[in-house]
């Protein structure tokens, strides 16, 4: 078991924190964005209740887990109790109700691994994405919005992260490489691994909120106001973590042996979880552990020609932010 040693860094690093701020501040959504998000869903509620009056619409992913950038489409699941519904026929009929309701570009892709109705409104110029009773992806929105409540520094660094990742091209699924929610992941296990920990583990935590989704029980500590001011015997700057997290991929993560894991707070090993062969399309070669459906390891897009293209990204994010005069602008320059 070899692992490189961890490098010092440069000393310079924390001149680099205020272009690393102005960075984060420009990706963060206007206020207004806000308020048209909620306009389309009042308008959306409306349509949806007229044929299914107990149904219920929740927006998850980027609007809603506080990683989103300006100008995000919004992510909505259609929540129905009734569990004898066919979900190809809910987005058929929800199709058919857009289309007469005025929204431009509606398309039912119910072939979709995950099947949805897409849509563009033209009143506020948002596209979404509707799914039906996907409760999970709900529930981990809340988690991942949970987490950032606690130290600022999570939204900071994964902004920045998801940001390389966008500029570098390595943020696309169905390329190989990792999703937004992935690198999200990675961010919190980053800094529950620092020392002193920038984050503590909620799903180790007493539970004081609870939920089952099939047979997934859901459950963590969301008091997260009494968890202010957790990590502030740790003093790093953005900057600092920003290096660090990319050495960490670069140089210290045990790829061969190890799974990153926020519900452990910490690694669990691949052999732990029988993730160490290919399995079908699963090859595990960047493992990451989804905090509740814990047999999704969300590395499983990654094969043998993208891991490649992925951790040479990590080195080169990594030199740059060890030796570049501008780490701010190089970072970030189109692949
Ligand atoms: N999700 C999931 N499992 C995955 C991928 C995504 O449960 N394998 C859910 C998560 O709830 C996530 C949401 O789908 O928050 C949206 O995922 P993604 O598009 O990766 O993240 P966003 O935060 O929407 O990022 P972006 O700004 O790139 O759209
Ligand atoms: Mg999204």
């Known amino acids: 078991r070899m692992l490189k040693r961890q490098i010092a860094c440069r000393s310079d690093i924390n001149r ?3 272009a690393f701020l102005a960075t984060f501040q420009s990706l963060i959504p206007p206020e207004e964005e806000r308020t048209k998000q909620k306009q389309l869903l009042a308008l959306l509620d409306g349509i949806v209740s007229k044929e299914w009056p107990d149904a219920r619409l929740y927006v998850y992913g980027s609007c809603a ?23 190809s026929e809910v987005l058929l009929k929800l199709a058919d109700m857009l289309q007469s309701g005025n929204l431009q570009n509606v398309q039912a892709l119910t072939r979709a691994r995950v099947p949805i109705v897409k849509l563009m409104d033209p009143e506020t110029g948002i596209s979404c994405d509707i799914c039906v009773n996907n409760v999970l992806a709900v529930v981990n929105t809340k988690l991942l919005r949970d987490y950032a409540q606690i130290d600022v520094r ?46 503590p583990c909620l799903q180790g935590m007493e539970a004081t909120y609870s939920v089952t989704v099939g047979n997934i029980e859901c459950a963590y500590f969301d008091k997260v ?84 293209v992925l951790r040479e990204e990590f080195e080169r994010a990594a030199e740059i932010m060890q030796y570049d005069p501008n780490p701010c602008v190089k970072l970030f320059e189109p692949y």
């Open 16 to 18: 680099m924190n205020g």
């Open 225 to 308: 106001e009494k968890l202010y001011g957790f990590g502030s015997q740790n003093g790093e700057s953005l900057a600092r973590l920003v290096w660090a997290f990319f050495s960490y991929w670069a140089y210290c993560h045990d790829y061969a042996n190890d799974v990153i894991s926020i519900r452990s707070g910490s690694t669990v090993s691949k052999r732990g979880k029988d993730w160490t062969r290919r399995i079908g399309n699963d090859r595990h070669l960047i493992c990451i552990e989804d905090p509740f459906e814990v047999s999704h390891d969300l590395g499983r897009v990654v094969d043998k020609f993208s891991i490649r």
């Open 154 to 199: 999570l939204r900071q660094l994964a902004f920045i992260v998801k940001h390389w990742a966008k500029s570098r091209g390595v943020n696309e699924t169905y390329q190989g490489t990792l999703s937004s929610y992935a690198y999200v992941l990675m961010c919190i296990h980053f800094l529950q691994q620092r020392r002193p920990a920038i984050l």
């Open 65 to 87: 887990n506080s990683f989103g950038f300006s100008k995000s489409d919004i992510d909505i699941c259609l929540a129905i109790e009734d569990a004898n519904i066919d979900k």
